[in-house]
């Protein structure tokens, strides 16, 4: 069975910092890529960033290129966020999801990220 | 970056009959070395993960129900839900992967008349 099990979201003040990290198990990791989506409260998704499969290359949505890093473990099976600088529209659940290419086939069940003080 | 748009934002349809969602990217997302539309359809029940409906404008995915098929080329898409079913009331996006960022719909609510 595969799974994506999100950790690491929780409340953080404005201009901290937070790692989530991502989790995967049931299929092959280093023949799919991964991604990050984010959906704020009560709004769409929001693609944040993705993974090549071998972690050769890195996409960012434009607007948080810089404060947004993500680095892949392909040993560990896991795929992780580091967001920095956090703000409160970065409030959101952040969402990891794997496939082949950039088609998003699987899920995790996501992570709440709460910015406030 | 490609902006996708979709309409209606919200839809009333009774048990049984055709939902019709539109989709529109801002620039072709077909591609020219494939002939493939980077086009997929995303359903979002309440609570819940999105679920991957359709890809490259049409193939469902195994388990899909066939009520579901999508259509369309180039910068203009649909996903039709033939007989809309109580289960079927969710949020459907549409995502262009055919160039970074990666970019979704705002959303298309389905909900029973």
């Not at chain 1, 972690?55 to 993500?70: E, K, M």
């Not at chain 2, 048990?15 to 997302?29: M, P, V, W």
């Not at chain 2, 979002?44 to 193939?59: D, E, F, N, R, V």
């Amino acid at each position: 069975e595969v799974q994506l099990v999100e950790s690491g979201g929780g409340l953080v003040q404005p201009g901290g910092s937070l790692r989530l990290c991502c989790a995967v198990s049931g299929f092959t990791f280093d023949t799919y890529w991964i991604n990050w989506v984010r959906q704020a409260p009560g709004k769409g998704l929001e693609w944040v960033a993705n993974a090549r499969e071998d972690g050769s290359n890195n996409n960012y949505v434009d607007s948080l290129r810089g404060r947004f890093t993500v680095s892949r473990d392909n040993a560990k099976n896991s795929l992780c966020l580091q967001m920095n600088s956090l703000r409160a529209e970065d409030t959101a659940v952040y969402y990891c999801g794997g496939g082949i290419g950039w088609y998003i086939r699987y899920w995790g069940r996501g992570a709440l990220v709460t910015v406030s003080s | 970056d490609i902006v996708m748009t979709q309409s209606p934002d919200f839809l009333a349809v009774s048990l049984g009959e055709r939902a019709t969602i539109n989709c529109k990217s801002s620039q072709s997302i077909l591609s020219s070395s494939n002939n493939r539309n980077y086009l997929a359809w995303f359903q979002q029940k309440a609570g819940q993960p999105p679920k991957l409906l359709i890809t490259w404008a049409s193939t469902r995915e195994s388990g899909v129900p066939d009520r579901f098929s999508g259509s369309g080329s180039g910068t203009d898409f649909t996903l039709t839900i033939s007989s809309l079913q109580a289960e079927d009331v969710a949020v459907y996006y549409c995502q262009q992967c055919y160039s970074s960022p990666i970019t979704f719909g705002p959303g298309t609510k389905v909900d029973i008349k």
